[in-house]
């Protein structure tokens, strides 16, 4: 048997001790001496539970012993994940994790440590829940160089635009039901406002291009300045509002354009139809061309089988540093301002002829139900051009991004 340990034994961190449990004989084909779940790290105690008796509140208990291989980390948050990582691989045992905050920050330094101790880091988890993403990036495309990654990243707030334009309904009980379905994160700030999605590109965009981007550089905007009449809008130009992480990394000069916002999708545009708590990813290779990743990318069960997913990766590679390209560089970002692009704008109607002298023809779009304001798509703009612009419209509303 192989032991492993699970530090939090919260939503995902229940669901890895479960995937290992019910799939017992598929996890045997590749790791015939079986993976068993030596010990539970948390602060609680679970006297209900079959594992009950597995669990520890000290994390030394877990360094210390030499039967521990790989450790799971599903804590989530930087502190004490980081310390508690950085024990267990200095210790010689593997981590995995589903810990994008930490992998975003620190996940560099963390490999780093992996390599130094001849052990692995993965976190296949970490971005997409289910979804394989990170394994086919660093296996099946090592002789592609990825142009473009566009993603739906964000299971909450696709599920949530989703209801809100199917159900009608508003947008706290929208919330309230992802949250109740085990979506989104504690603090839905993180999911709302964008940051979850955003850290998931910054990783992708780093996987990418081998140099570090931080969440912290990444132009970030989520749903919550987004209403009703934004999706009704879309509607009417044949588009769909999505939030998505955006990258591009540009052949000639090696840098990279990361962004996340939403964006109103063509209904050509793979990534329309993603709709409700899955994710949807777009990959661009320059040889391969465009592949679509699909799946659930949150929720308890698809997230742990991610986890396990590594967790066999690394039972399969006990003793080496399995390569997943991160470096301590940073990565060469672009500048954001020069990004051109179509905007959709809303503004009140007395603005609609001056739009016209700055951005030329443009075909107005009105709503039966919105007669105070009036909404336009610009031609390609860089943004630094549209805000010099967008500043001198009367009655400026919003902007909303396309793509596709
Ligand atoms: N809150 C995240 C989401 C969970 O809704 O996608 C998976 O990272």
């Known amino acids: 048997m192989i032991e492993i340990a699970i530090l939090g034994f919260g939503t995902v961190g229940s669901g890895v001790a479960e995937v290992i449990d019910k799939n017992q004989k598929q996890i045997l084909r590749d790791v015939p001496e079986g993976i068993h779940v ?6 609680r105690d679970f006297p209900d539970s079959p594992y009950g008796d597995r669990v520890v509140h000290d994390i030394s208990v877990i360094v210390n012993d030499p039967e521990v291989k790989i450790v799971c980390e599903t804590m989530g948050g930087k502190n004490p994940a980081f310390a508690f990582s950085k024990s267990c691989l200095e210790a010689g045992k593997s981590v995995v994790t589903s810990n994008k905050e930490l992998v975003d920050a620190l996940g560099g330094e963390l490999f780093m440590t992996a390599k130094e101790h001849s052990t692995s880091y993965l976190f296949e988890a970490s971005v997409g829940g289910g979804i394989p993403i990170l394994r086919p990036l660093r296996t099946s495309f090592s002789q592609e160089f990825i142009t473009d990654i566009q993603g739906i990243l964000n299971g909450t707030t696709n599920y949530i635009l989703t209801k809100m334009e199917r159900e009608n309904l508003d947008f706290d009980t ?32 780093s996987l990418v291009t081998g140099g570090n981007v931080k969440y912290g550089q990444v132009p970030c905007e989520g749903i919550s300045k987004l209403d009703r009449r934004d999706l009704s809008y879309a509607r009417a130009i044949g588009r769909a509002v999505k939030l998505l992480g955006v990258c591009e990394h540009s052949m000639e000069t090696d840098e990279v354009y990361v962004r996340t916002a939403p964006y109103m999708v063509a209904k ?26 699909y799946g659930s990318g949150a929720g308890k069960l698809p997230t742990a089988s991610a986890v396990v997913s ?11 540093t399995i390569n997943i390209g991160l470096t301590n560089q940073d990565a060469k970002l672009s500048d954001p301002g020069l990004k051109k692009e179509q905007f959709f ?32 798509v610009t031609p390609v703009l860089s943004d630094a051009e549209f805000d010099e612009k967008k500043a001198q419209i009367p009655g400026f509303q919003k902007a909303i991004r396309l793509i596709g």
């Not at 030596?38 to 602060?43: A, E, M, P, R, V």
């Not at 919330?175 to 955003?198: H, S, T, Y």
């Not at 994710?279 to 391969?288: A, D, E, F, H, K």
């Open 345 to 376: 704008v809303r503004a009140d109607r007395e603005a609609k002829e001056k739009a016209g002298m700055l951005f030329g023809a443009v075909t107005p779009v009105f709503l039966a139900d919105a007669p105070e304001e009036f909404a336009f």
């Open 38 to 43: 030596k010990y539970i790290l948390d602060l």
């Open 268 to 293: 050509d545009h793979p990534l329309y139809a993603v709709n409700d708590v899955f994710n949807g990813i777009l990959v661009r290779g320059n040889m391969v061309g465009d592949l679509m990743f």
């Open 310 to 320: 590594d967790v066999v990766e690394c039972a399969q590679n006990p003793g080496k």
């Open 174 to 205: 929208a919330l309230k039901q992802a949250q109740d379905n085990g979506f989104a994160e504690r603090n839905p700030e993180a999911d709302i406002e964008g940051f979850d999605p955003c850290r998931k590109i910054a990783i992708l965009a």
